[in-house]
């Protein structure tokens, strides 16, 4: 019997799941759900962020690691939004990159 991944099982929308998309909790769960949420939906951004910046400089996870003086693990770890990494993490990665770390703030549209 075939197993079906969660990237291929329907939603109950009957649109196709993306797989390690984290899913807003329903708004009776309460303000620990919600912040659970988006300390999740944080970690994968910032882990989106340095996949791209690690790609476009052409590096390798073990390369980046050795770099920034951590693991391959660790830079894997974060990359898939699974650790909210400190800042001072995210300068060594920059710099690491031949990058410079930028940290913004946007108004949110109304």
């Given at each position: 019997m075939a197993r079906r991944t969660t990237a291929t099982r329907p939603t109950k929308a009957g649109k196709p799941r993306v797989a390690g998309?984290?899913?807003?909790?329903?708004?009776?769960?309460?303000?620990?759900a919600f912040a659970r949420y988006e300390r999740t939906r944080t970690?994968?951004?910032v882990g989106s962020a340095v996949r791209a910046a690690r790609r476009r400089a052409g590096v390798s996870q073990s390369e980046?690691?050795?770099?920034a003086?951590?693991?391959q693990p660790s830079i894997a770890r974060l990359e898939k939004g699974q650790v909210?990494?400190?800042?001072i993490t995210l300068d060594r990665i920059a710099r690491?990159?031949?990058?410079?770390?930028?940290?913004?703030?946007?108004p949110q549209p109304r």
């Open positions: 998309a984290v899913r807003r909790p329903a708004p009776g769960r309460g303000p620990d970690s994968i951004m980046l690691a050795e770099r003086g951590t693991s909210s990494p400190t800042v690491a990159l031949g990058t410079d770390l930028v940290i913004d703030f946007e």
